[in-house]
């Protein structure tokens, strides 16, 4: 059957062009991939080369034709036995792509109304009542369940530079080389970028790797592993492929190591879809949420803090103790301001509420434990009790968490709030080596309290 | 270590023959149809074809196994077909389908097949070869004796995150064929210009990796190489690196004019060495096939890929609910296999 030969589109965004010159006359022979004409764009002249084999029966757009459209018959191509007397029976163009019909799902809600009632919050308690409780440091906590995860399954391996035979750079690995050997716990080179990527590459072949990055300033040469590759692969392979793996190490500043190893991620991961983020404060949660990072399905990145390694906690005496992503932790209870924090902010704000109950002020403290999945139905609840929010961390303030958080309760608390929102955050500049202004460029306990005294007008 | 050229000519059967003539025709042949949709808005975005390269993954593929892996770059399709995925999906990916291999949300440049173990498709240039080498280190810690194929460009071979990954896969005796697919031009960049030293089978060396060079328009000499490679991974002694010389007829994508060479650059390698017009001409001199057998083939292929246009245009957009899913996973889904 004849067929037409259609001006095509040498570009996504090409609409027409101009059919510069013929490459072949009426009646020529052509077979696949022989070149038909010369086709230019306002961008440059492209080749247009033959699919199918047969003879040029008629060219219909002569040479220098300007503004020719897409998918408008050029030439027609006869078949074997064919005259050009069937040229008028060529095949039509293409037809329309069916398409779906049906609307968009979970549209974001815009300008929802206040909500009548309070969200649904889950309130169970961490650990059930009368549950024994140890203490702990963070960092012992974080090797527990390190190792607790890895005695469950042989999937589960631990990579990363020093974590093996140093027994980790802040001793977060100490005594797992010991108990499960050197095929699990592998020290790598200084190779952020390829050993994130060798790790990602491992969880598609069926492991469930822990990585650690020293500090999380050296994952920033292996972010496009993260991004790219683990936190995308599900999405791009319409759920064929997942990447189970935890991307865990110290994050934000430490104490005077100035601006390249002092810097807080939490916004940036926050923002990707298909990552997973935690950020704990406290021992329980260290424990608790990282053995749930590490049998997650997802990528997870698991930020944790040089300074609240030392810490002690009460953590719950049990077999087997997972906190669950998404499920905010109210530390302490109040009704005249909510302070919402994670990670090591928490020290701020629960120091600030301590201070600020002695002036007779209420401070409801929230630990938000996960940033992604964030759980704000528990802080839209406490806002529609105390009708102020305070957010703070040490990040800084363009993009930041409190930023988001203050942006969403706007859109869905706007008329229980009493105040605007305000966000304690790191200052804006790298983060100086000289003790005094290290001081000065982290959020402060007092000026936590400066904004809640702000917020609630005293 | 050894870096050598190989030039020997192995023996081959008629049935291999025509069965690797067949497979780089409907590379070829998918290839030349996907340009055609694409020149008719059916396809979008970026789209790499492979057509010049079919002898490198054909050739690769008659070496390797069942349940061994393989992962590339963006230039994705010919890998696809050639390792059995099913040209109807992949065609439906390229167009957007809900019938395409991702349910139309990878495109030409994302495809992924657990059944075919294809590992993608990959857009970010070398990434896919830390990748590789850890799929290889999955198989080597479950010690299940397979091997990955790891293929990137000689435009990827100046990625940092290449080197880092030969290292830690020389150290750690990875089972990974890291293959060079050297077609000389970096998108517009021809080897020259862009790489300081030309014979990138030789950039292992520093690691204690083996590599060689091989004739890539010849598909007999690749698998012929293939072998050697999955032989010596398969044996424990760690990756291997065969740097493929092949060429690309079209563009670097399809709104490339390739205008860094000449028509006739492209010409002489189109006549006198294409992988597919070798095969044919073996299989004709050889008496293996006749020109009416060969014809048969043609239809045969031709009619594959007409299917596979026509799936492509039939199958539905996807559902506006798919925008939400696959985002986070229940279940880990490679463990369901």
Redesign the interface.
């Known amino acids: 059957m004849a067929t037409e030969i259609l001006m095509p589109a040498l570009s996504p965004t090409m609409e027409e062009g101009t059919l510069a010159k013929w490459l072949v006359k009426e009646g020529d022979t052509v077979s696949s991939g022989d070149i038909l004409a010369e086709i230019e764009t306002d961008k440059a002249t492209m080749e247009f080369e033959a699919v199918d084999e047969g003879v040029i029966g008629k060219i219909l757009i002569p040479e220098g034709t300007e503004g020719v459209k897409v998918n408008t018959a050029i030439a027609v191509l006869l078949a074997e036995g064919e005259s050009a007397d069937d040229v008028a029976a060529a095949a039509p163009a293409a037809k329309e792509a069916p398409t779906a019909e049906a609307p968009a799902a979970p549209a974001p809600a815009v300008a929802a109304a206040a909500p009548q009632e309070a969200p649904k919050v889950d309130e169970t308690p961490d650990w059930p009542e009368g549950t024994a409780l140890k203490q702990q440091t963070v960092r012992e906590a974080l090797r527990d369940a390190m190792a607790e995860e890895m005695r469950r399954t042989d999937e589960v391996y631990l990579m990363g530079e020093e974590v093996a035979e140093y027994q980790g750079a802040y001793k977060i690995s100490q005594g797992l080389l010991d108990e499960f050997g050197s095929k699990r716990v592998i020290d790598t080179p200084i190779t952020e970028h390829g050993f994130a990527g060798i790790a990602v590459g491992s969880a598609f072949g069926g492991l469930m790797p822990i990585v650690e990055f020293m500090t999380f300033n050296f994952a920033m040469q292996a972010i496009d592993q993260i991004i790219n590759s683990a936190a995308k692969t599900l999405y791009m392979s319409g759920g064929q492929m997942g990447c189970p793996i935890v991307f865990r190490g110290p994050n934000g500043a430490a104490a005077r190591v100035g601006a390249q190893h002092s810097q807080d991620y939490a916004a940036w991961y926050m923002q990707i879809p298909g990552l997973k983020v935690a950020m704990p404060y406290s021992a329980s949660d260290a424990k608790g949420l990282l053995k749930s990072a590490i049998r997650d399905p997802n990528p997870v990145i698991f930020l944790e803090n040089e300074i609240l390694y030392g810490r002690s906690f009460d953590v719950p005496d049990l077999d087997d103790y997972t906190v669950p992503f998404g499920k905010a932790r109210i530390w302490r209870e109040g009704s005249d301001v909510t302070i919402v924090s994670f990670g090591i902010g928490m020290t701020y704000a629960l120091e600030a509420a301590e201070k600020l109950a002695e002036d007779g002020i209420s401070a409801e403290v929230i630990d938000l434990r996960t940033l992604r999945p964030m759980d704000l139905p528990t802080v839209i609840k406490s806002v529609m009790k105390t009708n102020r929010l305070v957010t703070v961390e040490e990040g800084w303030p363009q993009g930041s968490v409190g930023s988001y958080i203050a942006s969403e309760v706007m859109q869905q608390a706007f008329d229980y709030l009493d105040a605007p929102v305000v966000t304690c955050t790191g200052k804006d500049v790298p983060m100086p080596y000289a003790a005094n202004l290290e001081k000065h460029a982290l959020v402060t306990t007092d000026e936590v309290i400066a904004a809640v005294k702000q917020v609630t007008y005293r | 270590m050894a870096a050598r050229k190989t030039t020997k000519k192995p023996n081959v059967s008629a049935e291999e023959l025509t069965s690797h003539y067949r497979e780089m025709l409907l590379i ?2 998918f290839e ?2 996907a ?2 949709l ?5 396809i ?2 970026f789209c790499h074809l492979y ?1 010049g390269q079919e002898a490198v993954v054909v050739g690769l593929e008659a070496a390797a196994e069942e349940g061994d ?1 393989r ?1 590339t770059s963006y230039r994705d399709h010919g890998h696809m077909l050639a390792c059995g995925m099913d040209p109807d999906g992949v065609m439906a990916e390229l ?1 957007g ?2 019938g ?7 495109g030409s440049m ?5 059944e075919k173990h294809f ?6 240039v070398g ?1 896919q ?11 080597k ?2 010690g299940n004796g397979r091997v990955t194929f790891a293929y990137f460009g000689d435009g990827a071979a100046n990625q ?2 290449i080197y ?2 030969f ?2 896969a020389a ?1 750690w005796q990875l089972p990974v064929i890291f293959v060079i697919e050297n077609n000389q031009y970096a998108m517009g960049t021809a080897q020259a210009r862009s790489t300081s030293t030309p014979e990138l089978f030789t950039r292992g060396e520093a690691f204690g990796i083996p590599g060689e060079a091989v004739d890539g328009m010849n598909v007999l000499t690749v698998k012929d190489a293939g072998e050697r490679a999955v032989a010596h991974c398969r044996a424990g002694k760690g990756p291997y690196i065969l740097e493929v010389k092949t060429y690309r ?1 079209r ?1 670097h994508s ?2 490339d ?3 860094y060479r000449t ?1 006739e650059e492209v010409q002489k390698m ?1 006549s006198e060495r294409d992988p597919i017009e070798q095969v044919r001409e073996m299989l004709l001199t050889g008496k293996h096939a006749s020109e009416d057998d060969l014809k048969a083939i043609d239809k045969e292929i031709k009619d594959i890929v007409n299917k596979s246009a026509d799936f492509s ?2 199958s ?6 798919e ?13 369901s296999a």
Do not use: C
């Open positions: 070829r042949r030349e149809k340009g055609q694409y020149g008719m808005g059916l979008g975005g057509i892996k992962i167009t389908r809900e395409g291999y991702s349910k139309g949300k990878g994302h495809m992924f097949s657990k590992y993608g498709g990959h857009g970010i990434a070869v830390p990748l590789g080498a850890g799929l290889a280190f999955a198989d810690y479950k940092g995150q880092e990954t290292n830690m150290l007829y563009g399809m709104s004019p390739a205008k028509r189109r245009k039939e539905p957009e996807p559902h506006l609910d925008l939400w899913t696959d985002i986070y996973a229940e279940t880990i889904p490679q463990h």
